[in-house]
């Protein structure tokens, strides 16, 4: 099945597919093992901080290599693209699906942007991802209460835009989250009743699975799942340096809980209906 069909088909049910970030080898392995035990597709995400680190063909690379070893459909996505060419390059390079985050810039100027995104990303059949709104965080010194996406200005984006799917700022935000931040459910059904489309939501991370299901309910199609397995995967290599001398224990440990702890997100996500 094609990612915009698995979108639709997402949409129609109310289900969303878990969107997973890797950065190296471990993390990606851990992923796909997660999802061979559900027997469900899943998106396996790259920012730009990661292809900084790893490359970009190297982490190309190590999806297909996990993709090909593995029976679910796996699908490679550019999470959080701002730099327009490397958006264009992993287009070119025939990414499933790529993100442009144009939240910081002025809607007219986003929406442009988004505008030539998408249709050069549809040329090539690449799924194309928009924002409008800004999610919060400790890495953008956003606060998620006051930068929340607006209805009508998310259905006018919309319209001009047409992308695929859209990401919203509902009180989501992406790193450690506070007790303070909460998911206004009201804005989402507001913003799902205006656009009528699929969307998306960034910063999902340590959420309760009633809050997942209540999203899924309200359209969001592709839940973004970051620094939880970050913190998994530091935890795991905590624990076991002090017990480990052989690195491959130590980052074997870290991919099985990583596995763990996708394979949870996967089995509340594929739930329709909750």
Known sequence: MEIKDLIGKAYSEHYAIGAFNFYNLES????????????????????????????????????ATVKNK?????????????????????????????????????????????????????KKGVVFEAEIGKIGGRESNISSEFFKTNPSEALRFYEQVKPDMLAVAIGNIHGVRTSSEQLDFSLLAKIQDTIKAPIVLHGCSNRAPREYFVAMAEGVVKINIDTELREVFINSIKRSIRRETDPRAILGQARENIKKRTLEKIKIFSKPNC
């Open 28 to 63: 990606a392995q851990a992923i796909a093992e997660a999802a061979s035990v559900a027997g469900k597709p899943v998106i396996m995400m790259v920012t730009e901080k990661s292809i900084e680190y790893a490359g970009l063909d190297e982490l190309i690379s190590i999806f």
């Open 70 to 122: 593995s029976k679910p459909e796996f699908f490679l996505h550019l999470d959080h693209g701002r730099n327009i060419e490397l958006i264009k390059e992993c287009i070119l390079k025939k990414f499933d699906s790529v993100m442009f985050d144009g939240s910081h810039q002025p809607f007219e100027q986003n929406a442009i942007l988004s505008t030539e995104l998408r249709r050069l990303a549809h």
